[in-house]
């Protein structure tokens, strides 16, 4: 499973990619072109931002889902 998300940097507008465990609310990160350090927040006004956020968040459930399920299966097996 992919687990970056593209995010876009505000400053010199390229695309660059950063792990979803990075990309969460209050958290910053560097672009990986002009060394911007970006505040990510959900109360942003850019709607790529909120898109990368919105998209981590949904593949760190998607993880948490597939470890449970691995778990699960285990305690099941005999
Ligand atoms: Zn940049």
Redesign the pocket.
Known sequence: MDDKVKIR??????I?REMSSRVRDEAQVN??????L?TLTKETEDPFLRRALKAASEIRAAKDKAVYTAIYSTWHQP
């Open positions: 940097c505000p400053a010199c507008t390229r660059f672009c990986s072109n002009c060394n911007k970006i």
